[in-house]
């Protein structure tokens, strides 16, 4: 089982970067792909990228694809997400997840089983 807490949301101006973290407990980090999720109010999670078990692959949605970039450092049990040339549609609560022996490509929220309390970011036009 491994526990997740996200944090570095914020309030940032269009065009404006921020980077988000999420820290996982335990010591099995390294067998869990990774991924960040965010939900608008009123719409759906949706998938915004994902990374593999050693971080060599990683997948993103079209919508953030060349401004987001998704890393992890086994070493701090940590995964990132940067975010640059942020839009106001990017506003959302943002969630990591993991997926136990999984590769980081799962779109769909309902093929995690952990999940972060989610961390606020919002962009102003």
């Known amino acids: 089982q491994v526990q997740l807490v996200e944090s570095g949301g914020g309030l940032v101006q269009a065009g404006g970067s921020l980077r988000l973290s999420c820290a996982a407990s335990?010591?099995?980090?390294?067998?869990?792909?990774m991924a960040w999720f965010r939900q608008a109010p009123g719409k759906e999670r949706e998938f915004v990228s994902g990374?593999?078990?050693?971080?060599?692959?990683?997948y993103y949605a079209d919508s953030v694809k060349g401004r987001f970039t998704i890393s992890r450092d086994n070493a701090k049990n940590t995964v990132y997400l940067r975010m640059n040339s942020l839009k106001p549609n990017d506003t959302a609560v943002y969630y990591c997840?993991?997926?136990?022996w999984g590769e980081g490509s799962k779109i769909r929220a309902l093929d995690y089983v952990y999940w972060g309390q989610g961390t606020q970011v919002t962009v102003s036009s």
């Open positions: 335990g010591r099995t980090f390294s067998s869990y792909a």
């Open positions: 990374i593999s078990l050693s971080g060599l692959t990683t």
């Open positions: 997840a993991a997926d136990l």
